[in-house]
């Protein structure tokens, strides 16, 4: 049964692998699932046919048989479940993994998406240089506990799992404002999970739709 994820026809940050697409790819890549991509342009996106798929406008979305998703959390762990190679065997540790995939889109990727709202959405509000260090120390303050709780291991609990796939994901996000680099074993977290044979063929195939010459 082919798998059909949904992308940009065009990504925002012209396929430097930070639109969510590129977690569902990585998960997919990771466990050995071919994959069908539908590119969907961003006036497509509130359409009816899309809005059916993923009822806020958004991709990607996930379709299997009758099965469609989405929300990339949710879609990575149905991954997850369904293929062996991102979840352990060991039911305690299963959770564990499952519980950073929660802290990666709950707990880190708030402040993080502050970011980019205050510099590039509320840029030009009076109120942004001051609201800016507020969010910076709220980033820091996790990447501090991330920092220490992940101390010299090279995943965050034994070994890779989704767990890693999208706290990493989430990561990169914030890399461009140089606060990763503030947290070296945070930073070489990262390198880590971009040197992951599964990672750079999820990375290609965006960047190449990202690199083709525009229709017409």
Known sequence: MTITITAFERSPDGGKGLARDTRVRWALEEVGQ???VRLVPHAAMQAPAHLRLHPFGQIPTYEEGDLVLFETGAIVFHIAQHHA???P??????ARAITWMFAALSTMEPPILELVIVKFIEGDKP???ERLPLVLDRIRNRLGQLSVRLGD???LDGAFSAGDLM???V???VRA???LDEYPNLAAYVARGEARAAYKRAFAAQYAINAAPTPG
């Open 127 to 129: 109120w942004s240089k």
């Open 177 to 179: 404002s140089g606060l």
């Open 34 to 36: 071919p994959y069908a």
């Open 89 to 94: 065997d060991d039911a305690d540790a299963r």
């Open 167 to 169: 706290m990493v994901s």
């Open 153 to 155: 291991a090279d995943w």
């Open 171 to 173: 990561l990169l996000r």
């Open 85 to 87: 190679g991102l979840l």
